[in-house]
T-cell receptor, first 112, second 113 residues
Framework: QKEVEQDPGPLSVPEGAIVSLNCTYS??????FMWYRQYSRKGPELLMY????GNKEDGRFTAQVDKSSKYISLFIRDSQPSDSATYLC????????????FGDGTTLTVKP | DGGITQSPKYLFRKEGQNVTLSCEQN?????MYWYRQDPGQGLRLIYY???????QKGDIAEGYSVSREKKESFPLTVTSAQKNPTAFYLC????????????FGDGTRLSIL
């Protein structure tokens, strides 16, 4: 079993929809949680970085962490065609030299 | 602008040949990482370095080698021992280890001729 499981997708939504992207994990030592956006043939771009349970909002994006359930989510409000990309969750514990464990990614398409 | 530069963008390797992928950062980050990404899969860690002149194997180090002679540079060599080298290679850096988020370059796509 993988340490990080990400909803596989692909996901296709109409423009303006609310999108929910999800990951579960098994390692209770994970303390830092990240979401990256990756466009085709590009490197991942850091979207959200959170520590501990709770919500963090940045514009149309909200990251949610529930450590008790070992579950993280990324919500995108008012989705735009430019949001079409692959989204990767990643998490790190503070004892492992900064090594992050990544989910396999969810590919999102937002249709105009 | 600060960032991570990977070169070349595309690289072709002949059978039995070693090739070296370049990664340079001007973010003054201490830690650097190399990942391999295959279609439909997440990132798998090849090697990482927390400080100059020191590096550790990741999860899939066999057939790869690295060096860290300068803080800003972390080249990856794909040796002929790597039997399935076709992949997208990503270099990343972070301020330090211990949970700091990583910032990525735009990758090198390696193919076999």
């Amino acid at each position: 079993q993988k340490e990080v499981e990400q909803d596989p997708g692909p996901l296709s939504v109409p423009e303006g929809a609310i999108v929910s992207l999800n990951c579960t994990y098994s390692n209770s030592a994970f303390q830092y949680f990240m979401w990256y956006r990756q466009y085709s043939r590009k490197g991942p771009e850091l979207l959200m970085y959170t520590y501990s349970s709770g919500n963090k909002e940045d514009g149309r994006f909200t990251a949610q962490v529930d450590k008790s359930s070992k579950y993280i989510s990324l919500f995108i409000r008012d989705s735009q065609p430019s949001d079409s990309a692959t989204y990767l969750c990643a998490m790190t514990d503070n004892t492992n030299a900064g090594k992050s464990t990544f989910g396999d990614g969810t590919t999102l398409t937002v249709k105009p | 602008d600060g960032g991570i530069t990977q070169s070349p963008k595309y690289l072709f390797r002949k059978e039995g040949q070693n090739v070296t992928l370049s990664c340079e950062q001007n973010l003054n980050h201490d830690a650097m990482y190399w990942y391999r990404q295959d279609p439909g899969q997440g990132l798998r860690l090849i090697y990482y370095s927390q400080i100059v002149n020191d590096f550790q194997k990741g999860d899939i180090a066999e057939g790869y080698s690295v060096s860290r002679e300068k803080k800003e540079s972390f080249p990856l060599t794909v040796t002929s021992a790597q039997k399935n080298p076709t992949a997208f290679y990503l270099c990343a850096s972070s301020i330090s280890g211990g949970g700091q988020p990583q910032h990525f370059g735009d990758g090198t796509r390696l193919s076999i001729l």
